[in-house]
């Protein structure tokens, strides 16, 4: 059973960075894509990023390209998020999931299940 367990948000100033782990503390990690996904008070669940089994394909929103990187560690059962040049406008909690959906749907909640409980990120001006 995957069971995750999002760690490592906190607060911020605009400019900082972050590490956020997502780690499957069920009996097996999840073989197959995993994604972050983040919700704003207020807002919608938006997807941010998601990386293949084997990480060699990864997906990006375009409001965090260039300043996110999604990587994982299958060893470890573990999916992490770095996040640079954090922006007041990345608040929001933050979850991981696991991907169930078919090739192309990366982008959208309904193609993951097993939500994590989140971890809350917030980058103060």
């Known amino acids: 059973q995957v069971q995750l367990v999002e760690s490592g948000g906190g607060l911020v100033q605009a400019g900082g960075s972050l590490r956020l782990s997502c780690v499957d503390s069920?009996?097996?990690?999840?073989?197959?894509?995993m994604g972050w996904f983040r919700q704003a008070p207020g807002k919608a669940r938006e997807f941010v990023t998601a990386i293949t089994w084997y990480g060699g394909i990864t997906y990006y929103a375009d409001s965090v390209k260039g300043r996110f990187t999604i990587s994982r560690d299958n060893a470890k059962n573990t999916v992490y998020l770095q996040m640079n040049k954090l922006k007041p406008e990345d608040t929001a909690v933050y979850y991981c999931?696991?991907?169930?959906?078919?090739?192309?749907?990366?982008?959208?909640?309904?193609?993951?299940?097993?939500w994590g409980q989140g971890t809350q990120v917030t980058v103060s001006s």
């Open positions: 069920g009996r097996t990690f999840s073989r197959g894509a």
């Open positions: 999931a696991r991907h169930v959906g078919g090739s192309g749907s990366y982008y959208y909640t309904s193609a993951y299940d097993n």
